[in-house]
């Protein structure tokens, strides 16, 4: 089966460009959620979506971050414009929300971000 | 408030078992995680234990739950070095999204 398939794997950049992240999650899964880790800070987590739509965007650093799930197959992650503090690996996760009963979290592979 | 603890570095000899802990805060009834990172990798879900059970045992995996004290431990029967990795503990209470998770604790395999 298919895991959650993020691109690209590696993105390095200059500071002040845009940066897009995507995802696919399991087909299924109907929560979604946009993670970053760092060695200072663990993991985070910057975005949940439920069915597409953002419930919690509490842990998005800053305006310069934006999330997008245009549809159950697909999410993106944008960061414009991008500075070295961003610099990160970002993993999207998905989940299939089942009412009593417990469906844990799977993990995309990451992307890892450099900003230069 | 939640807040999910772990030791950072572990290391043990090939063959040795490890025993990885973790603590945590919430006081209601919560579902607990084990995920495992290999480099390069996203997390990987070893195995969950719900906070009514004492005990999980899965190959050479031991969850073990002491509810009174709020401590997990994940054991590792004749570890190997392909066990090698980021251990992460997490918990969810049941009816939340939000998955608190711990800073992982590095177990490093000495061969």
């Known amino acids: 089966d298919a895991g959650v398939i993020q691109s690209p794997r590696h993105e390095v950049t200059e500071m002040g460009q845009e940066v897009t992240l995507r995802c696919k999650p399991i087909?299924?899964?109907?929560?979604l959620f946009w993670y970053r880790q760092t060695m200072m800070r663990g993991l985070e987590l910057l975005i949940y979506?439920?069915?597409?739509?953002?419930?919690?965007d509490s842990g998005m650093p800053e305006d310069r971050f934006s999330a997008k799930m245009p549809n159950a197959s697909f999410s993106t992650l944008k960061i414009q414009p991008s500075e070295p503090r961003d610099s990160a690996v970002y993993f999207c996760?998905?989940?299939?929300?089942?009412?009593?009963?417990?469906?844990?979290?799977?993990f995309g592979d990451g992307t890892r971000l450099s900003i230069l | 408030g939640e807040d999910v603890e772990q030791s950072l570095f572990l290391s043990v000899r090939e063959g040795d078992s490890s025993v990885i802990n973790c603590t945590y805060t919430?006081?209601?009834?919560?579902?607990l995680y084990w995920y495992k990172q290999e480099p390069g990798a996203g997390l990987q879900l070893l195995t969950y234990?719900?906070?009514?059970?004492d005990m999980k045992q899965d190959q050479r995996l031991t969850v073990l739950l002491n509810k009174k004290d709020k401590h997990l431990s994940l054991r590792i029967a004749d570890t190997q070095t392909g066990d090698s990795a980021i251990y992460f503990c997490?918990?969810?209470?049941?009816?939340?999204?939000?998955?608190?998770f711990g800073t992982g604790t590095r177990l490093k395999v000495l061969a």
């Open positions: 996760a998905s989940r299939a929300q089942v009412a009593n009963s417990n469906q844990p979290q799977h």
């Open positions: 087909s299924g899964h109907n929560s």
């Open positions: 979506f439920n069915n597409n739509v953002p419930i919690d």
């Open positions: 919430d006081s209601s009834s919560t579902y």
């Open positions: 234990i719900f906070s009514n059970m």
């Open positions: 997490a918990e969810r209470p049941p009816g939340t999204y939000k998955y608190i």
